[in-house]
Nanobody
Framework: QVQLVESGGGSVQAGGSLRLSCAASGYTYGTRSMGWFRQAPGKGREGVASIYTGDDTTFYADSVKGRFTISQDNAKNTVYLQMNHMKPEDTAIYYC?????????????????WGQGTQVTVSS
């Protein structure tokens, strides 16, 4: 089992920045991918960014390319999501996820473990 705890959410004005962190614990040696997803009110959960733990290969949703950056610190078992030039449509609950295999890097069914989520609100 892998436990994931997100932090860093909050409120920001449009154009501002936030950095989310996800601390992993438990059987982290079994993870091959880490990802960030988000879910806005009344919408499904969508993939935002993901990274392969072994070689730092990254994937981004078109809506965040050039604005968000995913990174990892393997020594700390922590994954980050740096969010810049934020927009009101980025408002959502953001979830950290971990996957046991490299598969469907921006899809919910590509991941096996989930954090509780952290709220991000962007005001215009």
């Amino acid at each position: 089992q892998v436990q994931l705890v997100e932090s860093g959410g909050g409120s920001v004005q449009a154009g501002g920045s936030l950095r989310l962190s996800c601390a992993a614990s438990g059987y982290t040696y079994g993870t091959r991918s880490m990802g960030w997803f988000r879910q806005a009110p009344g919408k499904g959960r969508e993939g935002v960014a993901s990274i392969y733990t072994g070689d730092d290969t990254t994937f981004y949703a078109d809506s965040v390319k050039g604005r968000f950056t995913i990174s990892q610190d393997n020594a700390k078992n922590t994954v980050y999501l740096q969010m810049n030039h934020m927009k009101p449509e980025d408002t959502a609950i953001y979830y950290c996820a971990a996957g046991r295999i490299r598969w469907r890097p921006l899809m919910v069914d590509g991941f096996d473990y989930w954090g509780q989520g952290t709220q991000v609100t962007v005001s215009s």
